[in-house]
């Protein structure tokens, strides 16, 4: 079985942006998660004001995450926006590498 950790952020409350960055690198930080893929979604970008996916990338430090494989979604889950993207990623994860 392939391990990986998934990261939903709120991409339409910048406000708390921070610290959400905070914990995912510090959740990024345990010696359990080291060198698993991360795959961060940005939800509700049906709202307005809500980010881009190169803001959300920035401003969650994805860039300076180097020691593993870094992929980020922007989704609406209200709307089912890029959802099927979503899923290809976890088959494509999930499966034996044998």
Not at 1 to 19: E, G, K, Q, R, T
Not at 55 to 71: H, P
Request: glycine share 4%; net charge neutral.
């Amino acid at each position: 079985m392939n391990v990986f950790c998934s990261y939903v952020v709120d991409a339409a409350d910048p406000d708390n942006l921070s610290i959400s960055k905070s914990e995912l690198h510090d959740l990024l930080s345990k010696s359990s998660l080291s060198g698993i893929p991360l795959l961060v979604l940005g939800n509700k970008i049906d709202k307005p004001g809500a980010l881009s996916k190169q803001a959300l990338t920035d401003a969650m430090g994805l860039k300076s995450i180097t020691d593993r494989e870094v992929c980020c979604f922007m989704i609406s889950c209200k709307n089912s926006t890029n959802i099927d993207s979503v899923i290809d990623w976890l088959v494509k994860h999930s499966k034996s590498k044998n």
